[in-house]
């Protein structure tokens, strides 16, 4: 979900103005796919690399998190499944007991499953995943390594049991990953697009959606 800052600058309004609207911007595409019957979405919300931001952007970033989870079981008849994904631990403590309640309310939705990503990164999560998987080896969970392979090794990893990802779209006119899912979407499909998350419309999705479905998807085959 990117270019909620530049969407500030341009109107003369401070950064935190245009994750407001960013916020907003989210419930609205996320409805939207749990129409259209998406299986699952994963938004970017908080990187493990956007603490680096002045304290002041941090802080209204945190206060919309609670004000959505505070939230968030006013939407429970949308029957969307939350999950967070990333480390939690470096959250205050009274935000991750609302994940936790969120997660928990929503638990058993079976429409959109909904990752949010916060404090999450690519390569963190694979370091946290071989962390894990060395504490299985260490107490005879795992007991050869010919028992470690692509499927166990995602088995691990914050997306466990979830499919692999098919389309990748980042907005804003920026072309690269910045280290989100980089496991997950190997195979999947990008599609770019020059608009500022807060201007995202149901319709730029389904822009997106028409072009991944003309992409000849062959995973390495003929
Ligand atoms: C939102 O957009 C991403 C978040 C971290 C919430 P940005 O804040 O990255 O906006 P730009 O890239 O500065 O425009
Ligand atoms: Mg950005």
């Known amino acids: ?9 341009l109107r003369g309004l401070p950064r935190s103005a245009g994750h407001k609207i960013g916020a907003k911007t989210f419930q609205k595409i996320t409805r939207y796919c749990n129409q259209v019957g998406i ?3 994963t938004v970017y919300a908080f990187s ?3 603490w680096a931001r002045p ?14 989870l505070k939230d968030a079981h006013n939407f429970a ?37 909904l990752n949010i990503a916060l404090n999450y990164g690519g390569r963190d999560e694979i370091i946290h995943a071989a962390k894990t998987l060395y504490d299985d080896i260490a107490s ?31 907005p804003s006119g920026e072309y690269r990953l910045s280290n989100f899912m980089i496991w997950q979407s190997a195979y999947a499909e990008y599609v770019f697009m ?3 998350w807060p201007d995202f419309t149901e319709k730029a999705l389904d822009k997106a959606l028409d072009e991944f479905a003309k992409r000849n998807r062959r995973f390495g085959g003929v």
């Open 194 to 196: 020059d608009i500022l």
């Open 77 to 113: 008849d949308e029957n969307v499944k939350v999950q967070f994904i990333g480390d939690r631990s470096a959250f205050d403590d009274d935000i991750i007991s609302l994940m936790e309640e969120c997660e928990k309310e929503s638990a058993d939705f079976t429409g959109l499953h």
């Open 39 to 41: 299986k699952y979405l």
């Open 48 to 50: 493990t690399e956007n």
């Open 1 to 9: 979900m990117d270019g909620n800052g530049r969407w500030a600058k």
């Open 140 to 170: 005879g969970k795992i007991k050869d390594k010919s028992e470690i392979n692509k499927k166990l090794f995602s088995s691990y990893l914050y997306t466990s049991g979830q499919p692999d990802v098919d389309l990748i779209i980042r």
């Open 55 to 68: 304290k002041e952007e941090v802080d209204a970033l945190m206060s919309l998190f609670r004000e959505y």
